[in-house]
């Protein structure tokens, strides 16, 4: 009877091999489909050709409205100190305040037209803005 005792208890140490491999099954299978929903959602998230070239114009587009901004910015800038003498010219000639009127003189009219146009021909020459409808 003591054998028997012994037999069993040495039988009942040992871990049958299925126990031991499911853990390691599972661990397994888990890990491989990690890997797998990695690679898929990386490659479906993934931007395609059109994609990254939509983007690329995009960023382009911004450095020339940045650029362009910038050059804008000075032609009003400009505009503002070449026309705000003459505009206070012909406040002085014409008062806000309902003061006398006095006609101003054929020379100043024509540097006035002269500022105008010249005006009028810088802005001719602005650089060109992408829009929707181009």
Do not use: C
């Not at 888990?30 to 990254?52: K, R, Y």
């Not at 910038?70 to 000639?93: F, I, K, N, Y």
């Amino acid at each position: 009877m003591a054998r028997s005792k012994q037999t069993i208890r040495a039988r009942s140490s040992k871990q049958s091999p299925s126990k031991l491999t499911w853990p390691a099954a599972l661990l397994t299978t888990f890990a491989v489909g990690f890997a797998a929903a990695f690679l898929i959602a990386t490659q479906v998230n993934a931007p395609d050709a059109t994609e990254s070239r939509i983007a690329e114009l995009k960023a382009a587009e911004a450095q020339r409205d940045i650029a362009q901004i910038g050059v804008l910015t000075e032609l009003a800038q400009g505009t503002r100190d070449r026309l705000t003498p003459v505009l206070l010219s012909m406040a002085d000639h014409v008062p806000l305040t309902g003061g006398p009127v006095t006609p101003p003189t054929a020379a100043t009219i024509k540097t006035w037209r002269e500022t105008l146009n010249a005006e009028e021909d810088r802005y001719v020459e602005t650089p060109p803005r992408a829009t929707a409808s181009t």
